[in-house]
């Protein structure tokens, strides 16, 4: 089946510091990724829609400079997380979308980020 | 915009026991996707439902469809503790932004031995 793989799982950093998080598909193409934030006890909300060789879609009230988004290739997506504060500090999780699949959705295995 | 309630948001029960949830939503749905997250993972698919009226099983899982496309239920027979985590229903409309995931606000199982 379709994997998703999501690196780093854990990442500390200093705060005014950048994270870079990428979400590889690993036997599937993925013209579209999407990447969602999760605070803890709560559901996932989505941030963005990362689109191949386009700019990404971000949803009402996520910051575009702050998160920026880069789907260079049909297989990578990464999300850098610019000048983190600890209010960044969440689970991070991208998924891909094969539409040759039937269009499910895999989910990569998300990033902690904790910014101190 | 679109808003899907599940419920309930958590539910303890006895090893052996069935489970049922649920989710409806404010407007029409095209796919309904049902996921398992474990602590620190990502969302597992565990059911997905492309037909209004579809019913679905996976192992001791299934989901349904529901007829108005506003709703989707899972139930989980003879529960086990590895079924332990949280379940997150998923909707996805139509085309566009609309065919993105929304997600319900998840439903926490305990199980005990």
């Known amino acids: 089946g379709a994997v998703v793989s999501q690196h780093p799982s854990r990442v500390i950093c200093k705060s005014g510091t950048s994270v870079k998080i990428e979400c590889r598909s690993l036997d599937f193409q993925a013209t579209t990724m999407f990447w969602y934030r999760q605070f803890p006890k709560q559901s996932l909300m989505l941030m963005a829609t990362?689109?191949?060789?386009?700019?990404?879609?971000?949803e009402q009230g996520v910051e575009k400079d702050k998160f920026l988004i880069n789907h260079a290739s049909l297989t990578l997506s990464t999300l850098t997380v610019t000048s983190a504060h600890p209010e960044d500090s969440s689970f991070y999780i991208c998924s891909a979308r094969d539409r040759e699949q039937g269009g499910g959705y895999t989910f990569g295995s998300g990033t902690r980020l904790t910014v101190v | 915009g679109q808003q899907l309630n599940q419920s309930p948001q958590s539910m303890f029960i006895q090893e052996g026991e069935d489970v049922s949830m649920n989710c409806t939503s404010s407007?029409?749905?095209?796919?309904w996707l049902w996921y398992k997250q474990d602590p620190g993972e990502g969302p597992v698919l565990l059911i997905a439902?492309?037909?209004?009226?579809e019913l679905t099983s996976n192992g001791r899982l299934t989901a349904q469809f529901g007829i108005t496309r506003k709703d989707s239920f899972l139930n989980i027979s003879a529960s086990i503790p590895s079924d332990v985590g949280i379940y997150f229903c998923a909707g996805q409309g139509y085309g566009g932004s609309q065919g993105n995931l929304i997600f319900g606000k998840g439903t926490k199982l305990s199980v005990k031995p």
């Open positions: 407007s029409i749905f095209n796919t």
């Open positions: 990362s689109n191949e060789g386009s700019k990404a879609t971000y």
């Open positions: 439902l492309y037909k209004a009226g």
